[in-house]
């Protein structure tokens, strides 16, 4: 079985530019989610969606960041403007089903993003 | 707010060394539990998981956990550990009945030499 598809792999930008993320889950998850990897510190939920819908973007900084999921497949996360201290690594991860909370999450290889 | 604690940031082990991550969560609800798994250059995967039934959990390759209610510890063991296993491991919590939300903590660098 195919896993999470992630691209671009690396990015460098400079501050105040833009930059977006593509994640493409497994066929068949009704749920996504983008995490935020800074380095030394655990990854941290930004987004999660159930099929095109939002479950939980607590942690999102709307003023920069947003996320769309079209048809409820592949997810675009975009960040307008980008600061310093968004270098990190975005994963993105999909379930089956993520109700009760004990579903596995599949992860892609990331994007590291770097903020010169 | 609900946090994951490891720690150890970083272990240096000999092959056939035994193992003992720490992971300890604040919560006073019922969570699910996870132990996930970063090999050098390779996606973050599960190696195990606990929800219910018994405290002692069986992961991949050899490792397990065991689920300490009182103390709310999750700690990882191997008894004997291969430099294979070479990796950043992250222990993580879910709320049981939530939506899969991972609060994960800040990861053990584990370097085990031949």
């Known amino acids: 079985e195919a896993g999470v598809a992630q691209s671009p792999r690396y990015k460098i930008i400079e501050k105040r530019q833009s930059v977006a993320f593509w994640c493409n889950p497994i066929s068949g998850h009704a749920t996504l989610y983008w995490y935020q990897q800074i380095l030394g510190q655990g990854p941290k939920l930004l987004i999660q969606?159930?099929?095109?819908?939002?479950?939980?973007d607590s942690q999102l900084p709307k003023d920069r960041f947003s996320a769309e999921r079209l048809k409820g497949v592949d997810s675009t996360l975009k960040i307008q403007p980008a600061k310093l201290e968004d270098s990190a690594v975005y994963l993105c991860a999909s379930s089956l089903d993520p109700r009760g909370g004990t579903d596995t999450q599949y992860f892609g290889p990331g994007t590291r993003l770097t903020v010169l | 707010a609900q946090s994951v604690s490891q720690h150890n940031h970083h272990v240096i082990l000999s092959e056939a060394a035994s193992l003992e991550l720490g992971c300890n969560y604040s919560?006073?609800?019922?969570?699910?539990l996870f132990w996930y798994v970063q090999y050098p250059g390779q996606h973050l995967q599960l190696l195990l998981k606990y929800f219910s039934g018994d405290p002692l959990v069986k992961g991949i390759k050899g490792f397990e956990a065991e689920f300490i209610k009182s103390k709310f510890s999750f700690n990882l063991r191997k008894p004997s550990v291969q430099w294979s296993d070479t990796a950043e491991y992250f222990c993580a919590v879910t709320l049981s009945g939530g939506y899969n939300k991972l609060i994960f903590g800040a990861g053990t660098r584990l370097a085990v030499h031949p």
């Open positions: 919560y006073g609800g019922t969570v699910n």
């Open positions: 969606f159930q099929n095109n819908g939002v479950v939980d």
